[in-house]
């Protein structure tokens, strides 16, 4: 009725669950509920915990000899979007890199002119 496995996508082989048309319940161990919980936008940590969740809706209403394949199946489909939200992420921190990066050349610049324009004040009041 119930497994624990770790989220790999070598770990099933092609008849693994052959004759248990009771397996209702796969539950993943190991580091995918962290890594699913430190998601950027909230909208990719709910995604991947439905994603997560749907396989075991799917065995309930599919009683089947060998749920094998849709195991698998999931386990491809939760491994693409986690590797998706990877990339997206990896986007985002360089494009938040891009702008601070930014951001710091505007103040040093700043500071600079402003340094700049107090030697000159002071230099006019010395004449």
Request: net charge negative; charged share 35%; glycine share 4%.
């Amino acid at each position: 009725r119930r497994i624990a496995m770790p989220l790999k996508s070598d770990m099933i082989e092609d008849d693994a669950f052959y004759g248990c048309p009771k397996l209702t319940t796969v539950d993943l161990v190991g580091g995918i509920h962290n890594t699913t919980a430190s998601l950027h936008l909230e909208e990719w940590r709910h995604e991947m915990k439905g994603e997560i969740n749907r396989i075991n809706q799917v065995l309930r209403d599919t009683m089947r000899k060998d749920p094998t394949p849709i195991v698998r199946y999931w386990i491809r489909s939760v491994i693409s979007q986690f590797d998706h939200y990877k990339a997206e992420h990896i986007l985002l921190l360089k494009e938040a890199t891009t702008l601070l990066e930014l951001a710091l050349w505007k103040a040093k610049i700043e500071e600079k002119e402003e340094k700049e324009f107090v030697e000159e004040m002071e230099a006019k009041r010395a004449e």
